[in-house]
């Protein structure tokens, strides 16, 4: 084995873990006693399971190790997951295979489109242990922190590398697009958590001025890709859908739409890399049980009318 897995824990983060909805890695204050206990009892059930009861899978050659638990979510494996792809190929080593998620079509069809044949795929299988001759681990690029909304515990974006926004124009060999013109409103599915309560209305004030609504799930990655490179204009409920921001020209103008008490900053931070205009507005939410992560808006027609009208005198909407 030529690699070292190095692996660094304070005490006090280890017996801070109190429920599935905690992070390892949050730090309690006062953690109790059966709190504690449980940790522990955790711990050893995962440390037992590693060694002792999963399928042990001998690799040779260099594996690239490019999974990550939100891998399954959209916009966290086009943003996160492919920057690893990003970084090993800019090492110039020689990756005889990838390990990486490959269950949701997304992932499918993003390999397809980085030329990652199937016999390079080893696919990420948690009952499944990997031991390479040689494991090529990217570094992460981006920088959490953890916050507490209404008494849960989510972590959001704080650092993001600079490198980010522009993966795929080095990855698919994206080039600027010329007199780009279409103004987008990216609509959500209607059974998706995190919605827009008055979505007809909302709909209906964006195609006011004169924005075309499109639902990104009813499209494959490359006419995702295809849609944001000829617009200049996105707007979009806070979600993996404005991820797309990361496909799209330079400077293209943003408008995000936040529910009033999620703010994650992950689009932000790629539309203000890409030296984007961007704006937000944030609606009213009136059904507070759920997480914040989940939790959907109403926004007045008046008020996002308002706001369209006041990015117009910083954007053309020509």
Partial sequence: MEHELVFTQ??????????????????????????????IASLCKNWLTLFYCKKI???SGNVALLTRDVGDCYGHFIREVMVGVEQ??????????????????????????L??????LIIANPKTLIKAQNLIIPTLLCEYELIEYRANLHYRTLIQSAITPYIYRNLLNLQPYKNPT?????????DSNRNIENLGEVEEVFSEFGFEIIL????????QINILRESKIVASMHGSGLDNVIFANDKIAVLELFSEFYHDNNPQLTALLKHCKYFY??????????????????????ELRKALCIMKEYVDFS
């Fill in 115 to 120: 030329r990652i044949q199937k016999s390079q």
């Fill in 216 to 223: 990104p799930d009813s499209h494959s990655i490359q006419e």
């Fill in 57 to 59: 899978v001998y690799v």
């Fill in 281 to 302: 507005l944030i609606g009213k939410t009136s059904n507070t049980l759920m997480h914040p992560q989940k939790e959907s808006a109403y926004f007045a027609p008046n």
């Fill in 10 to 39: 304070s005490k006090k983060a280890l017996l801070s873990y109190t429920s599935n909805r905690t992070h390892i890695l949050t730090v309690s204050k006062n953690p109790s006693f059966r709190q504690k206990l449980k940790l």
């Fill in 182 to 190: 279409r103004k987008i409103f990216l609509t959500r599915p209607k």
């Fill in 88 to 113: 090993v190929r800019r090492s110039n080593k020689k990756i005889d295979f990838y390990i990486l998620p490959h269950k949701m079509e997304f992932q499918k069809q993003m390999l397809e489109l």
